[in-house]
Every structure is written in structure tokens, then in C-alpha cells.
T-cell receptor, first 116, second 110 residues
Framework: NAGVTQTPKFRVLKTGQSMTLLCAQD?????MYWYRQDPGMGLRLIHY???????AKGEVPDGYNVSRLKKQNFLLGLESAAPSQTSVYFC???????????????FGEGSRLTVL | AQRVTQPEKLLSVFKGAPVELKCNYS??????LFWYVQYSRQRLQLLLR??SRESIKGFTADLNKGETSFHLKKPFAQEEDSAMYYC????????????FGKGTLLTVNP
């Protein structure tokens, strides 16, 4: 099992460009999350999904859009990138049903995005 | 609103010394707390959760509702414990939406 895979791992964008980060998990998890990690700020939740076809806003959703068309994939989009979106982005997944869900999030390796 | 506070950005100890990483939380509901760890060049991973009340790699953490704290402790630090540690609070109920603290970078010196 690959677990949680994020692509790309590195990307440099110019202000105003758009891009999509892909997260794929092979653990049949219901829940998926996108976090951003910034120095001195810890991890902050951008958007999350509790199942295929559902998405919800997290703590810092502005400037991002997400889609969960397939259970195993969770896409994070930046329509018009800004320098403030320079960050390391982490995708995570977890079990869905209360009985299975221990609250453990399984993380990807991260995607480093630089916006010039 | 939920909040997780880790007051120390950096913590440096010598090998064999006790270590305590502090975590305080603010939450109106019944708290469910976790410690996650990120070793150099590795993925962020769960270290322990308060519900399981277990010791992982010699670390323990006790939930103190009176002091709203969930400090992580280890009696004898090892060099391999050097890592970034995050305290996290479940603020999403059954949806498990975790709010993370800002993290503490622990360095264990030889």
C-alpha cells in the first residue's frame, strides 16, 4: 500500500497562475483533509471531505477550492495563486465510521509550493 | 472557539534528561486530544491519543481537564526523539477535524 500520495511534490508558480494538487489514498478512507504548514503557524486546515462528493471549509479556505469526485482522490485547486499561498501542503485521510475511526490521520509527504 | 497552545517553539535537552512538551487547549465540548510527531524527512504521524492511555516510545500524556492541559512527557530523552511535535484537538466530533498547535521542535543533544 502506498498510503497517501501527493503530486506534485514541488512546484513554483507565478502570481496569478492556477494549479491543482492531487491527493490519492489507497486505504479506502472516507475522510480526507488538506492542511497547510507555515513556519511558526503549525498546520491549519484548508478544506476537508467526509465522503465522496462532499466538501467543507476549514480554518483557512479563502483562495482555494477542492473537489472529491472519487473516494480515493481529493483535489486542491488554486485559481489565482498569490505569494501568501507559498507553503507546504499536506493531505491526510482517516477512517469514516465512528466504530473504525480512532481519530488517526494518515498524512502524505507534503507538497512544497512557491508563488513568486 | 477551539484553540491549541504549545508555548515552546524550541526545546533542547540532553540525552537521558526528562522532557516535557507542554500543550494547553481551549474547547467547550468534551476534548479528544492527540500528539503527532514529524521526524526529519518523514511523514507526520500519530504518536499517541489520550483515549488509549498508552505509552508509545516511552512517551506518555495525561489529559488534565482542570488545567486544560495535555502535556507530553518522557523520563529519559533519547537522541532519536529529536523531532517536531504537534498537539492536536478534535473539534469536529465524529468528523475528526483536528486543530493543531504550532508545534515544538525538540532537540536532544548527546
Amino acid at each position: 500500500n502506498a498510503g497517501v500520495t501527493q503530486t506534485p511534490k514541488f512546484r513554483v508558480l507565478k502570481t496569478g497562475q492556477s494549479m491543482t494538487l492531487l491527493c490519492a489514498q489507497d486505504m479506502n478512507h472516507e475522510y480526507m483533509y488538506w492542511y497547510r504548514q507555515d513556519p511558526g503557524m503549525g498546520l491549519r486546515l484548508i478544506h476537508y471531505s467526509v465522503g465522496e462528493g462532499t466538501t467543507a471549509k476549514g480554518e483557512v479556505p479563502d483562495g482555494y477550492n477542492v473537489s472529491r469526485l472519487k473516494k480515493q482522490n481529493f483535489l486542491l485547486g488554486l485559481e489565482s495563486a498569490a505569494p501568501s499561498q507559498t507553503s507546504v501542503y499536506f493531505c491526510a485521510s482517516s477512517y469514516g465510521s465512528r466504530g473504525q475511526n480512532t481519530g488517526e490521520l494518515f498524512f502524505g509527504e507534503g507538497s512544497r509550493l512557491t508563488v513568486l | 472557539a477551539q484553540r491549541v497552545t504549545q508555548p515552546e517553539k524550541l526545546l533542547s535537552v540532553f540525552k537521558g534528561a526528562p522532557v516535557e512538551l507542554k500543550c494547553n487547549y481551549s474547547y467547550s465540548g468534551s476534548p479528544e486530544l492527540f500528539w503527532y510527531v514529524q521526524y526529519s524527512r518523514q511523514r507526520l504521524q500519530l504518536l499517541l491519543r489520550h483515549i488509549s492511555r498508552e505509552s508509545i516510545k516511552g512517551f506518555t500524556a495525561d489529559l488534565n481537564k482542570g488545567e486544560t492541559s495535555f502535556h507530553l512527557k518522557k523520563p529519559f530523552a533519547q537522541e532519536e526523539d529529536s523531532a517536531m511535535y504537534y498537539c492536536a484537538l478534535n473539534s469536529g466530533g465524529s468528523n475528526y477535524k483536528l486543530t493543531f498547535g504550532k508545534g515544538t521542535l525538540l532537540t536532544v543533544n548527546p
